[in-house]
Structure formats: structure tokens, C-alpha cells
């Protein structure tokens, strides 16, 4: 059983509002998602205050945990120094409900701020400050008559000789800014296995016969006559279905059946089958058979 004396935090510690232990939780390192969640649970019970006391079966609701990983969690925070844990106990020695004190103090440098110079600004500096000339060695013109105010103290020669220098020295000339061209999107090479169908020739049994060369060049039909019968019965069938009016898309119906094996098995009928050997015969007619060869 854990000690009941714990070092309760100091008054830096409890003077911290509930923003600043939110933004303490949010920059945390080193903990898991899950501890800091019971973390920012813990922030919300305490509100204004630096304590709290929920039982372990509400924060195991609010978490999603349960009261065992809880409990690992809660000694894993007070390991790192986040809160503190202190046991209070009933008059007849049985414990009740902890109380769980913010225990980590906020960083002594101040935050940076969100906005930073770019690097363009940077370089932009260093350019005016490198070759434009400083007021104070060209003399300051008054803002109320225009006039000329020069150093005391000097000749006249050499005031003239000063302010012919700085007329002299112009702004640099900064070339014209080019326009950037827009990145042209990389254009992305076809797959060899995607085959372009025509759906204003779908009806052609011509389109049907350069779809299935194609499917077969790209070794996703085999050359055989199982796999042609099948292309034909679904090519059969969706012909059908399209005169009747239920597809509106027959291309991508082909295409995909072409992508799964099982489906165009099971896809066309015994009609689409009939009609696919007529297409097989009089696209690919067979050779007589000559026994003298």
C-alpha cells in the first residue's frame, strides 16, 4: 500500500489556471495517448481548483479503460511528476476515493510567439541595410519646411561636397519580380491492365473481339477457350441487359468483371452462353481438321 504522506504541490503550482494546464497536457512528451486523456480528464474534474477527487470507475468511464489500466496509468503521471496522489481513509480505516493534486509547474521561458519572420523578410533586411545609406551621414530634411538640416560645425565646401555624395547614391534598382509558373500536375502513365471500351460500340461484336485481345495482351484473360467463352457469355449478357434498358454503364460492368475471375463465372446466363458460342464461331472459326498434315 502507497504511503498516505504525499508533498502536496506548492503554491506556484495551484495558482496555475485551468488554460494554462490544458496547454501544459496538449505539449506533453513521453506519455501515450490514452494517459493523456485521463490526464486532460483529470484537468476538467479539477476545474478552478487544484484538486479532485473522482473515483477510478468514473475515470475508467470517461478514458474507456478499465479500473486495472486506470490505476497503472494514474502511477505512470505521478512518476512523471504530473499530479499527486494522496489516500484518504474512514474512521474505521477503510479507504475511500483519492485525491489527485496538480502537481507539474509551467516552463520559466516565455512561450515564442505563434508568427515568425520568413526568410524572405530576413533577406530582404539584409539587402536594404547593406545598400541603401544611412540618414544620419546624408543629413535629415526637416518635416515642416523642407529645408536641409546640416552638421554644425563644418565648412560650407564640405557640406556641399557631403550633400552631392548623397544625391549621388541612388537606390539599388531590384529586378521585376517573375511571375511563378504553376506546377504542372505530373501526368500519371495508364496501367497496361486497364482497357478502354467504347460504350457507343458496345452493341459491335467487333468492339467485343479488340476488347478481348486487349484483356488478353494484358494477361488478364488467358488465351484459351474457357476464359474466351466466358468473356463472350458476359459481353452476351450485358448487351442483353442494356437493350432492356437496366445498365446504363456497360463498360464498367465489363471492366469490372474483367478485374474478378469468380464473377464473370458466375455472371452470365444460359442464353448470354448460347449466343456467346455463335460470336465465338463466326469470330474465330475453326480449321478443319486434316489428318494428312
Not at 495551484?14 to 496538449?26: F, G, K, M, N
Not at 470507475?57 to 499527486?84: C, K, Q
Not at 496501367?191 to 458496345?202: A, L
Request: proline content about 7%; some cysteine; charged content about 25%.
Amino acid at each position: 500500500m502507497h504511503n498516505s504522506t504525499v508533498a502536496l504541490p506548492s503554491s506556484s503550482t495551484r495558482s496555475q489556471s485551468r488554460s494554462e494546464r490544458i496547454r501544459l497536457t496538449r505539449a506533453a512528451t513521453g506519455l501515450k495517448p490514452s494517459e493523456k486523456l485521463l490526464l486532460r480528464s483529470l484537468v476538467d474534474f479539477m476545474g478552478t481548483a487544484s484538486e479532485c477527487w473522482p473515483s477510478l470507475s468514473r475515470l475508467a468511464d470517461e478514458v474507456g479503460v478499465s479500473v486495472r489500466h486506470v490505476r497503472r496509468m494514474l502511477r505512470t503521471l505521478e512518476a512523471a511528476g504530473w499530479i499527486a496522489t494522496r489516500y484518504r481513509f474512514r474512521a474505521d480505516r477503510s479507504q475511500t476515493s483519492c485525491v489527485f493534486a496538480w502537481a507539474k509547474i509551467a516552463d520559466a521561458h516565455v512561450r515564442p510567439p505563434r508568427t515568425s519572420v520568413s526568410a524572405l523578410e530576413l533577406h530582404i533586411g539584409t539587402i536594404q541595410s547593406n545598400t541603401y545609406a544611412a540618414p544620419a551621414e546624408c543629413g535629415s530634411v526637416s518635416e515642416d519646411n523642407g529645408e536641409t538640416e546640416l552638421p554644425i560645425g563644418d565648412s560650407k565646401s564640405q557640406q556641399k561636397d557631403e550633400l552631392q555624395i548623397c544625391n549621388s547614391v541612388k537606390s539599388p534598382v531590384l529586378p521585376p519580380a517573375t511571375p511563378a509558373t504553376p506546377a504542372t500536375p505530373a501526368t500519371r502513365a495508364p496501367s497496361p491492365k486497364f482497357i478502354v471500351i467504347d460504350k457507343r460500340r458496345f452493341l459491335d461484336i467487333k468492339e467485343a473481339e479488340r476488347v478481348y485481345c486487349a484483356a488478353v495482351g494484358a494477361k488478364l484473360l488467358n488465351s484459351g477457350s474457357v476464359d474466351r467463352l466466358a468473356f463472350f457469355a458476359c459481353w452476351c449478357a450485358i448487351v442483353a441487359k442494356l437493350r432492356a434498358g437496366k445498365v446504363q454503364h456497360p463498360e464498367r460492368m465489363m471492366r469490372f468483371l474483367l478485374g474478378n475471375r469468380k464473377a464473370m463465372s458466375a455472371y452470365p446466363d444460359h442464353a448470354a452462353e448460347v449466343k456467346a458460342r455463335e460470336a465465338v464461331r463466326f469470330l474465330f472459326p475453326e480449321k478443319p481438321y486434316n489428318p494428312h498434315r
